[in-house]
């Protein structure tokens, strides 16, 4: 994946290009947060825009200094369905499951490069993780909203530990990558699962 730009200001969500960055007095007004991403998130930082001094950014973070993002529903139109990715499944999977179903709620597992929910776009979240036991709070917290929630995993024993919750809303899905010929061949098994989900 190639190194992406994200600016979150008054406008919204930006996605640009990282060699835009020497640009950022021109493309943004006020206050912004920026993150570099590839794949994972590279830096974090805070900008600020005053008369013509031109842009002040600060240290990359390894914390987001914006407030945490919580999901919330596309306006006038319910949420059908949330996808959460654990880390096996980061990057390419989101990109396709966006694309391929685009009322889905992704929240991409990203260990430690974020402290905090990340939101990338209206139905994209990159979501902190140190361990199984933040994965397991995650899927409970976004279970509670009512909405079907599929956890693809392809880890056996997180897999296990995720369906003994019981959450009425919550519905694992263990898939190894070893049992499919390919990426490809995996997304589409998530695309599969997801518009059952959105049907039921």
Known sequence: MARKLIVLDCEGVRVLE?????????????????????????ALG????????????????????????QPREAEGQARKVIAVLDQMFRGYYADVIEREAPYAEVHEVVGRGVQETLRVNEKRYLEPASDDFDVLRLVSRLSSSGVPVLFFTGDKRLASQAQALGLP????????????????????????EIKKASKA
């Open 169 to 192: 809303n919550l519905r694992v899905i263990y898939m190894p990558p070893s049992e499919f010929p390919g990426k490809e061949s995996v997304a589409e098994a998530m695309i599969n």
């Open 46 to 69: 805070t900008l600020e825009l005053k008369g013509g001094e031109g842009a002040k950014v600060a240290a990359a973070q390894t914390a987001a200094q914006t407030a945490p993002a």
């Open 18 to 42: 990282a060699s835009d960055l020497a640009q950022l007095d021109k493309l943004v007004k006020g206050h912004a947060a920026i993150a570099i991403i590839e794949g994972d998130v590279v």
